[in-house]
């Protein structure tokens, strides 16, 4: 310390504390570190004044604490009576350089006083009678001083975030241990934790290289974070799913003060949880050919347009007839339902229909009876040959489905007494078990959705129908209509159409925190949802939860539905998804689960 400084100080003091100003002045009577040369990087910076002082006059203009060139130094002022303290902010970096203070650094202390208005000032009103700029340097690394002061707290064990017990469960997979005092950032680098876990099937550990970083540094709190090495700032740093072991062989990690800090644990095990779920409709690998539960039919996911899709064909007609149960022959040759069904035990002969029968739903249609024609000497008509060659040419040029159509049923047309039956869905075409399709002449069957065949489908002349389908026999030819399925322009849905598509049984692990759902895709004109199936085990039946959280351990099955509304003459809009995320939401333990 230089006796010179510290002398003029004093008589800067008593000059205050005698007159000036009518003797409404304010003295600065000491400043601990004025002009030392040892100052410790946590050490508290110490100012007595003459009187209390005024609380609302310490801010950041009035006291200043500087660098050499002249950039702030970071921390916290506070005032107890006529004591104004200040503590620099602590380092967490290693090499100590972003800390409030550095080692071996000339720093000055700018004290703001008369004839500045907003200078520091007594309860009484007295400003500080003088400006001062006073000076002070800090200790250097390898010194005789120390660079830290020993504040004495611990002892304390190192111990995981908010969690006492062992084993413990990382919902975020993220591992930051806790201390009880500051830590000395220059020790962590040398600190030994070790990480480990068993592969599937190993008979030995698997060490797993972690950084430590040092991310929180406080009087009373320090923070640590483990990362796998590599990943240090990123979201990619934290645990995946498994079960870890952490160890802390050495006692590397010290205070402030130089003392060894202790673990609160000899072998800490840890569990990260599943804590988000993608399933990626772009992916045929996680398609499920399982019809979806309470849908009209089931969404398009195939590779020539990926993700999920509604594929609606305006020939499903506008369904002026309503909800169709057909006991018997169609009293016209064309009819356009909102729903189809030819129920249970019920035998609908087309025998007696001449030319073109044409069954048309804007939702699902269901044979769960007998459709049957007998028709004699099945010919090769014109439409016949023209959808022979059309097959041949690539799909980019087919004609659409809605005018061929049309030009199926135009009376004036060569084949208008050819015995055609067509069955067009906007959803699923249904044959279960004990329905039957039978016919002798040119057969065509078109779905939105899929056809789906549980029973017997026959032609004995050509059969043609959409690419998704079941078993079906022709006695001629059988193969994919080489027709267009094209969109409506306007929405023309007179009931609410629902088409879905249920995933393969992935595994599931419940989390008490709850789950966040979230659909990448296009909601357009309709709405997307998804509901959660899962088998108790041993039960076969499956519960239906719009919430995941209600599931319990084991395989579950998503169902994902894509809905439009009945229209009103808007622009057809329908909804579609490329990716379903599951992300369980932070801050909670899960729960049913053990490590």
Not at 79 to 102: H, M, Y
Not at 335 to 342: D, K, M, N, S, Y
Not at 476 to 500: E, F, K, S, Y
Not at 564 to 589: I, M, Y
């Amino acid at each position: 310390m230089r006796w010179g400084s510290w002398l003029g100080l004093l008589f800067l003091a008593g000059t205050a504390c005698e007159g000036g100003q009518g003797g409404r002045v304010l003295g600065l009577l000491e400043f601990r570190q004025m002009d030392f040369d040892s100052v410790a990087l946590n050490e508290e910076l110490l100012f007595y004044f003459s009187s209390d002082l005024d609380r609302s006059s310490v801010t950041s203009d009035s006291v200043r604490i500087l660098d050499s060139q002249g950039r702030v130094v970071p921390g916290h002022h506070s005032v107890r009576r006529n004591a104004l303290s200040f503590l620099p902010d602590l380092p967490c970096a290693a090499d100590l350089s972003d800390g409030g203070l550095r080692p071996g650094s000339e720093y000055r202390v700018v004290l703001g006083g008369f004839p500045r208005p907003d200078g520091i000032r007594a309860e009484s009103g007295a400003l500080l009678s003088a400006s001062l700029v006073l000076s002070f340097r800090t200790a250097e690394i390898g010194g005789p001083s120390p660079l830290f002061l020993d504040p004495f707290l611990g002892p304390f064990a190192l111990r995981p975030v908010g969690k006492r017990s062992n084993p413990i469960e990382l919902e975020d997979g993220v591992l930051m241990l806790e201390y009880g005092e500051a830590l000395d950032p220059s020790s962590v680098p040398g600190c030994r934790l070790e990480l480990s876990r068993f592969p599937t099937g190993a008979s030995e550990p698997e060490p797993i290289p972690v950084t430590v970083r040092l991310i929180e540094n406080r009087r009373d709190r320090a923070l640590l974070l483990l990362e796998l090495d590599g990943t240090a700032g990123s979201v990619h740093g934290r645990l995946p799913p498994d079960t870890y072991y952490l160890r802390m062989p050495g006692r590397e990690l010290r205070t402030l003060g130089g003392r060894a800090v202790e673990p609160g644990w000899k072998l800490l095990t840890l569990f990260v949880p599943e804590a988000r779920l993608e399933i990626d409709f772009r992916s045929l690998g996680q398609r499920s050919y399982e019809p979806p539960p309470g849908c009209d039919g089931t969404a398009i996911w195939n590779e020539a347009s990926p993700g999920l899709r509604v594929r609606y064909p305006v020939a499903a007609g506008n369904g002026f007839a309503g909800e169709v149960e057909l006991r018997g022959a169609p009293p016209a040759p064309d009819i356009q339902a909102t729903r189809l069904a030819i129920p249970s035990g019920t035998l609908v002969d087309l025998t007696g229909s001449s030319g073109p029968v044409v069954l048309r739903s804007q939702t699902a249609l269901e044979v769960r009876g007998r459709l049957v024609r007998r028709a004699t000497g099945a010919r090769h008509d014109p439409l016949t040959l023209e959808l022979e060659r059309t097959s041949q040419l690539p799909d980019s040029r087919w004609p659409p489905l809605s005018a061929w159509l049309e030009r199926l049923l135009d009376p004036a047309r060569p084949w208008a007494q050819e015995p055609w039956t067509v069955l067009i869905a906007g959803g699923d075409i249904r044959v279960p078990e004990g329905g039957a399709i039978e016919v002798d002449g040119p057969l065509v069957l078109v779905a939105g959705g899929w056809i789906r065949v549980e029973s017997n489908v026959v032609s004995r002349g050509n059969l043609w129908h959409t690419p998704e389908c079941g078993a079906m026999a022709s006695h001629v030819r059988n193969a994919v209509l080489p027709l267009a399925l094209d969109p409506p322009v306007q929405n023309p849905l007179r009931t609410t159409l629902i088409l879905g598509a249920v995933t393969p049984a992935l595994p599931w692990t419940p989390r008490s925190s709850g789950w966040r759902v979230d659909f990448v895709g296009h909601e357009g004109g309709g709405r997307i949802d998804a509901h959660f199936l899962q088998s108790a085990p041993g039960d076969r039946a499956e519960r239906h939860v719009s919430d995941p959280s209600e599931l319990g351990t084991g395989p579950m099955r998503a169902l994902v539905r894509l809905e439009l509304a009945a229209g009103h003459g808007q622009p057809w809009d329908p909804p579609s998804l490329e990716r379903l995320r599951l992300e369980a939401l932070p801050g909670r333990l899960p729960s049913g689960t053990k490590p």
